[in-house]
């Protein structure tokens, strides 16, 4: 069975544009979460999508933003970008169905992201 | 929110060596994942493992759930074990996981 996997693995981007960044999770996997990792902060929760809903979200900004489609692959943007956004964004998808039943997460390779 | 903490922050060892890393946290988990970052980034899963012991070939992890901390054991240390070592958490009625600031794990040849 395939991975999660996201695109595209490395990005530079200028201050102010924005980025859209792709996971695919794997097979039958229906939740799926972003983290940003960061030197400074660390890895961090971004938000969690489940059946096209937010179902959690980060302490981040509302430029931060995500969606999910019907096939359960999932996009994160980030709009007005800032230098302080150059981070690792990983893509983790589970089989996690309902509130309170925890489940492993998968994590894919990761989107590195530069801003110039 | 719930605070992990990792120990351990770096280890250097000789290749064959043993060593254990520890993760505390504050707060009742339903779920504890231990995972190895490769040079490249990817989160590698390790274990899943919220309350008992499991174990992997050279690797094995505890979970003492009612004294909040977890033990992974790696035994007869390769080179291929360098990275870093995260262990992650989280609690009821919030199922995002929440890192620890992870251990350092370099082994020499």
């Known amino acids: 069975k395939a991975g999660v996997t996201q695109t595209p693995r490395y990005l530079i981007k200028t201050r102010g544009q924005q980025v859209t960044l792709s996971c695919s999770p794997i097979s039958g996997h229906r939740s799926v979460s972003w983290y940003q990792q960061t030197p400074g902060q660390g890895l961090q929760f971004l938000f969690e999508?489940?059946?096209?809903?937010?179902?959690n979200k980060g302490n981040f900004p509302g430029r931060f933003s995500g969606r999910q489609f019907s096939n359960s692959r999932s996009e994160m943007n980030v709009s007005t970008l800032e230098l302080g956004d150059s981070a690792l964004y990983l893509c983790?998808?589970?089989?996690?169905?309902?509130?309170?039943?925890?489940?492993?997460?998968?994590f894919g390779p990761g989107t590195r992201l530069t801003v110039t | 929110g719930i605070q992990v903490e990792q120990s351990p922050p770096d280890l250097i060892l000789q290749e064959g060596a043993n060593s254990t890393l520890r993760c505390n946290f504050s707060?009742?988990?339903?779920?504890l994942q231990w995972f190895h970052q490769n040079p490249w980034g990817q989160l590698i899963n390790l274990f899943y493992?919220?309350?008992g012991t499991k174990q992997n070939g050279r690797l094995s992890a505890t979970t003492v759930a009612t004294e909040r901390y977890s033990l992974l054991y790696i035994s007869s240390s390769q080179t291929t074990d360098s990275g870093v070592y995260f262990c992650?958490?989280?609690?009821?009625?919030?199922?995002?996981?929440?890192f620890g600031t992870g251990t350092r794990l370099t082994i020499i040849p």
């Open positions: 707060d009742s988990v339903n779920n």
């Open positions: 493992i919220p309350s």
């Open positions: 999508y489940f059946s096209e809903t937010q179902r």
């Open positions: 983790a998808s589970s089989l996690r169905v309902t509130s309170g039943t925890p489940y492993e997460q998968y």
């Open positions: 992650a958490v989280s609690n009821f009625g919030n199922e995002k996981l929440t």
